[in-house]
């Protein structure tokens, strides 16, 4: 049998701390729901059942089948993801410490993510116009992989996009999905 070479040696190692880091933080806190409130997918918009009941744009990336949060990808999971969450009022916000506030107004929302994300190297948090909706969006990342993150009260809930992805191209499109994800998001 031959030796496995350290470079897929690390490569394997790298997936799966990876995998790890996806499965107990990125699932948001947020039990997944399956089954009968499974995602319906169709010509790349998704309508999630459960409350509060959502559709939006999926530019044509493949999706989890859980609903809250719904995990979007290209193509693997160690290239990019995004993360769509609808949280309650006095949940935690993205298994932090920080809970989400029970005023929704955009000033409360960028507080509560600046304090989950406060310890993050080159992090800006900005408020945002897309669409017809203002928008909190932080951006953060270490050179290798970037992240931004959109809050947005959506029917009394905070909806929360979350991008994870490996810089250049990845990013860049990644970026564009994630937006259009927040633009396209609308009640049914």
Do not use: C
């Not at 609903?67 to 979007?72: D, G, M, Q, T, W």
């Amino acid at each position: 049998m031959p030796a496995i070479k350290p470079t897929n040696y690390r490569k394997t190692q790298k997936i799966m701390r990876f995998t790890s880091f996806l499965i107990s933080s990125l699932m948001f806190a947020v039990p997944p729901t399956f089954a009968d409130q499974a995602p319906i997918v169709s010509a790349q918009v998704i309508r999630l059942s459960d409350a509060p009941s959502a559709v939006f744009n999926t530019s044509g990336w493949s999706n989890t089948n859980s609903s809250n949060p719904v995990i979007l990808t290209p193509d693997l999971l160690t290239n990019a993801m995004i993360g769509v969450s609808r949280l309650a009022k006095g949940q935690p916000l993205l298994r932090s410490q920080v809970t989400v506030p029970e005023s929704l107004d955009v000033e409360s929302i960028r507080k509560a993510v600046n304090e989950r994300l406060r310890d993050k190297a080159n992090l800006s948090i900005n408020v945002e116009s897309i669409g017809s909706r203002q928008v909190v969006v932080a951006r953060y990342g270490d050179g290798k992989q970037e992240w931004i993150e959109y809050a947005f009260e959506f029917e009394n809930h905070l909806a929360y996009v979350l991008l994870k992805a490996k810089s250049g191209d990845y990013f860049d499109k990644g970026a564009k999905v994630a937006a259009g994800i927040v633009q396209s998001f609308a009640a049914p």
